[in-house]
Each structure stands twice: as structure tokens, then as C-alpha cells.
């Protein structure tokens, strides 16, 4: 497996930051990956409809609204297919897989993991939103892929953007025995990333990005890249935990063949 760290690059502009898609240790040209920060405003979305600072962020990087597609999202695995004839009226799902290079993809994320999904032979994207409820839903969106374009996971580049991570993801019991339950186990031993969950001086501990990484390796996926900036302690991204429910700022995730 080609597994790759990186840090966000909050430069030229300290909105967004822009991180590629790598592919047998090269970066992919053509295809833009990126998230906006906490300075950008709140990335509400809900129901088709965006919200002035989406707006906004939008045409700062030159994109037609009416090009970026969302979903209003449920904490779901559901992925949804969408070209430029699809209305665009965000769809109850938490993913979304395109291969119109005149769409965007978005969605929107403050703790929960962004997924990135390139497929290098046929120019087919995927994104998606997974939380702890979600997670699996990055399968989910390369089993459509496969469906729709007959995409192989040797040909995909997957990069898991910025979360809540590791150090600080502590969850109750409850959730954590649920959690284990379905994406625990033991690790690999060339798998060069942790357990799913584990324990820290008697508290649990979950890994969105190894549970992630380990999914999409077992699917076949070879070219992984992990963020490491984590949005709990990163005070330019949004972080529902660390912000807190009534004043968090939601980010928003964006794919496409753009140029920012």
C-alpha cells in the first residue's frame, strides 16, 4: 500500500486549503481537492439550498453555484450518482460520486471525516461525509463507482481530508463496543495504522482515518493519503466538539476539476 501523511496548506488564501490526489507517489494534475477553514464562514447547506457564505466561498474560487452539488446530509451510508442533469436539489444521502467534469462535489463536515475518492483510469470522483455512524459509506461509494463506470480499486486514490483524529475522539462505552464491534479486530501487521478503537487511562478512543484506511485497503484501494491535522485542535478548521452545537462552523468539502 502506498500510504502518504500530510499537513493543510492554508496558502495563498487562508479560506480553504487545497491538498492533491496522490497516485503510485505522484500528485494527480487536473483534479482539485479541498476544504474551507473556519475564517471562510459557516457552510450551511440544507435542502438544494446554500447559504451566503457558501456563496460567497464559491465565487471567491470561481465556481458556479449551480454546479456544486450537495446532499443534505443524514449520517447515513448512502451515495447518490449526479451529472449536470440531475437537479440539484441536495438529495437525502452523505455521499456523492460523479464523472462530469462540469460539476463539483461537496459536502459539508465539522469533526466527521471527509473521504476523497479519484478513480486515475476513468476520471470518476467520489465524496463523501462519514461519522462514526456513516462509517462503511466510503465503500459504499466505490461499490457505485464499480457499478456505473466498472471502476477498479487498484485505480483509485483515496485521501482522508482533516477530522476529529485519534488523540481526541473520546467516546462513551456504549458507542465505543458498537463501534468495535463492526470495524474492530485485529490490525494487519503490515498495516502501518491503529486499531479502530482503543483505550487511554480508562477512557475509549476512536480512529476515523485507520478505520477508513483499513476498509478501503481491504477493498483493494493501494493509494491512501491521510491528513494530520486534527479539527479539534486546529483552531482554523470547524470542530462541532470544540465550538460547541449552537456556534460551530461547518466546512465545506469540495472535488472537481476546478482550479483554486
Not at 58 to 69: E, I, K, M, Q
Not at 111 to 132: E, I, K, M, R, T
Request: proline residues 5%.
Amino acid at each position: 500500500m502506498n500510504l502518504t501523511f500530510f499537513h493543510l496548506d492554508f496558502s495563498p488564501s487562508p479560506d480553504y486549503a487545497r491538498f492533491p490526489f496522490i497516485f503510485e507517489g505522484k500528485a494527480v494534475p487536473g483534479v482539485s481537492a479541498l476544504i474551507s477553514s473556519r475564517s471562510a464562514g459557516n457552510m450551511l447547506y440544507s435542502e438544494g439550498n446554500n447559504g451566503p457564505a457558501r456563496l460567497a466561498f464559491f465565487r471567491t474560487l470561481g465556481l458556479d453555484p449551480a454546479r456544486v452539488y450537495a446532499c443534505t446530509q443524514v449520517h447515513s451510508r448512502d451515495v447518490r450518482e449526479v451529472d449536470r442533469e440531475t437537479p440539484n436539489a441536495g438529495p437525502r444521502a452523505d455521499g456523492l460520486i460523479s464523472r462530469d467534469r462540469a460539476i463539483t462535489l461537496s459536502v459539508t463536515v465539522a469533526d466527521c471525516l471527509p473521504v476523497f475518492l479519484y478513480d486515475a483510469g476513468n476520471g470518476g470522483l467520489a465524496l463523501v461525509h462519514s461519522g462514526w455512524k456513516g462509517t462503511g459509506i466510503a465503500l459504499n461509494a466505490l461499490r457505485l463507482m464499480e457499478e456505473c463506470w466498472g471502476t477498479r480499486p487498484g485505480d483509485v486514490a483515496a485521501v482522508l481530508g482533516p477530522c476529529i483524529r485519534r488523540c481526541c475522539y473520546r467516546v462513551d462505552g456504549e458507542r465505543a463496543r458498537a463501534f468495535d464491534a463492526e470495524f474492530g479486530g485485529a490490525v494487519p501487521r503490515a498495516f502501518p495504522l491503529g486499531r479502530a478503537v482503543f483505550q487511554a487511562a480508562g477512557e475509549f478512543f476512536l480512529d476515523l482515518q485507520a478505520t477508513n484506511a483499513r476498509l478501503l485497503a481491504g477493498a483493494g484501494v493501494r493509494n491512501i493519503a491521510v491528513c494530520e491535522d486534527c479539527t479539534f485542535t486546529d483552531e482554523r478548521l470547524g470542530s462541532f466538539r470544540r465550538e460547541g452545537p449552537s456556534g460551530y462552523t461547518k466546512m465545506a468539502a469540495l472535488a472537481g476539476f476546478f482550479n483554486a
